[in-house]
């Protein structure tokens, strides 16, 4: 097909995620190939991955190695269920993942994306005390959590937009705040930290008897606006589980596997939870596959006798793919290779100078950055951090003239990810930061003229 019957067809038959069709037609993208940290189109134009294709790449497109292990395995097997059995490529992964992951975790269940590790997360934390004799119905989530899209993801999940609308198929979950310290009334770390941990505490006091598990992700939000989490938090919060007996769930999907600058975002606060899930950059970017691990008192208490009825009873068609398996065998070799997160900590730094630039500009909010996970909110008013009207789109509209200027990422409302693989250069960083300060100052003074002059 030529570029115009591409968009058409696109235009017909597709029904993207996350997207409203109508802005799709009005602006469709249809990438054709990828190389490095470069994805083009079929125009043959080309644009900065500066979302990691939505935050999953790790070694840039089409990278040798990772092409090479998938193509060695097919020629093996390409698919062999996990249900009674195993095969090669998801026992020596389970095994490296066991070696690399917080001390504690032994056991790996894996799965096909971050939504449903998640969902076996919760299955798995509910059944875990039912098997013991108690019957607890309840979670525990943080404001502006995101855990993915199915219906126990979403149960947990406190992002209104994505999650309001399907009230009526959730669970109950009890809802406390993030340390959101930039849109706190105090505007203080510490009171921020205070008021958070007290209110979660209340929560514990209240419910723990009915609670299977306090649910969060470490260090970073990631859906609900890229807000990083105060060190020394979550140790806090790990504490407090111990203290109520609830367990504590740490989804990975988006901090995991180096994102951070540290290959798991728990390591910051020394934490080891009960239950952690990860997914993106398992793999590379290439292939889905997503792990959900315990610790060895969680399998314990399924195992038993099959009359006793404490299986679990959870599976995926393409769990344990071999062809994934073995790309995140070889991605993880390459991580270890190539000093892969220690490449993200070290440039993290300088992305960080670089973003100062950014962080001046009059409709710059706040910047908040860990590694290379980068929000950057946009604000009517620098001084009284007053939001845009959401009618105005300003984030949006700021994206697309990135892409316009050669650049390929995502907003969460008004603020813009800037989340690139773990291999971009100093160089890239440059380029790729000087094309997100220019597309945000043009379109925040227009926006803001725009506020203006309908007041």
Known sequence: MKHEEYIQTSKDSLWLPFTQMKDYDADPLVIAEGKGIKLYDTEGKE??????????NVHGHQKKELNEA?????????????????????????KKLVEITPEGLTRVFYSDSGATSVEIGLKMAYQYWLNLGEKRTTFITMKNGYHGDTIGAVSVGAVDVFHQIYQPLMFESHVVPYPYVYRHPSGNEEACVQDCLNQLEEKLKQYHVDVCAVICEPMMQGAGGMINMPFGYLKKVRELC???????????VATGFGRTGKLFAVEYDGVTPDIMTAGKCLTGGYLPVAITL???KIYEAFYDDFDKMKTFFHGHSYT??????????????????????????????????LLKDVNALDHVGDIRQLGFMTGIELVKDKETKESFDASQRVGYKATLRMRELGLLTRPLGDVIVFMPPHVTTKEELQEMVAIVKQAIDEVTKEAYKEAVSIK
């Not at 644009?47 to 999953?56: E, H, R």
């Not at 111990?242 to 990975?252: G, H, K």
């Open 320 to 353: 344990g793919n071999p062809l994934g398996c073995a790309v995140a065998l070889k991605n993880l070799e390459l991580f270890e290779q190539d000093n892969i997160v220690g490449q993200v900590a070290g440039k993290s730094v300088y992305l960080a100078k």
């Open 294 to 296: 315990t610790k060895e």
């Open 242 to 252: 111990d203290t109520y007996n609830v367990l504590l769930i740490c989804d990975e």
């Open 70 to 94: 998938i193509v060695e395995q097919l020629d093996k097997i390409a698919h062999s269920t996990l249900l009674g059995m195993t095969n090669v490529p998801a026992t020596e992964l389970a």
């Open 47 to 56: 644009y900065y991955d500066a979302f990691s294709s939505v935050w999953l």
